[in-house]
């Protein structure tokens, strides 16, 4: 019996970093047809790692360390899901949008943005903006902080909740 490694250099949605039911069947039969006693497949951009391994009476399909056993003849196989992957950013607190609506950075057209990258902004101060029916509605930091990031541009619609902007805590 032999062994494969594989690691995938073709890009996969970060959204979507399973392997289809088709994607295992497809390796068993690689493994079957070429007699593989395990198969390892990597895709690191989406944090994701399967290896089935052969037995002489089943089949062993271990996910970033989980196992589950599975007999060799099994017809339909349970979808594979990696754990997600633990964030590589600095813990950053993150001001979202309290409405759906279309954002700001300031609350008059014309105006120069409330803040900027690199601005330090206190619990309770006005940080932009989101319309909704032609009424702005003024978005408040809910701590103190340094703006590391604007996730939005100007204009751009939001849902509820959507992270608008990145703070770096300070304690005052």
């Known amino acids: 019996m032999?062994?494969?490694?594989?690691?995938?250099?073709?890009?996969?949605?970060?959204?979507?970093?399973?392997?289809?039911?088709?994607?295992?069947?497809?390796?068993?039969?690689?493994?079957?047809t070429n007699d593989l006693n395990e198969i390892t497949i990597e895709r690191p951009e989406a944090g994701t790692r399967l290896a089935l391994r052969k037995t002489t009476l089943e089949v062993n399909v271990q996910v970033n360390g989980t196992a589950v056993a599975l007999p060799a003849a099994t017809t339909a196989l349970p979808p594979v899901v990696a754990p997600p992957a633990a964030p590589e950013t600095p813990a950053y607190a993150y001001v979202t949008a309290p409405l759906v609506g279309t954002y700001h950075p300031a609350l008059k057209a014309g105006q120069k943005p409330l803040v900027t990258v690199g601005d330090s902004v206190r619990e309770g101060q006005i940080i932009g903006g989101i319309e909704t029916l032609r009424v702005m509605n003024e978005v408040e930091a809910?701590?103190?902080?340094?703006?590391?990031e604007i996730l939005?541009?100007?204009?751009?619609?939001?849902?509820?909740?959507?992270?608008?902007?990145?703070?770096?805590p300070e304690t005052r």
């Open 2 to 32: 032999r062994q494969i490694s594989i690691h995938a250099t073709e890009p996969t949605s970060p959204s979507s970093p399973r392997f289809s039911l088709a994607e295992v069947r497809q390796l068993i039969a690689l493994m079957n």
């Open 142 to 148: 809910h701590m103190n902080g340094r703006v590391v």
């Open 152 to 168: 939005v541009q100007p204009g751009q619609p939001v849902e509820y909740g959507q992270r608008l902007i990145a703070l770096a």
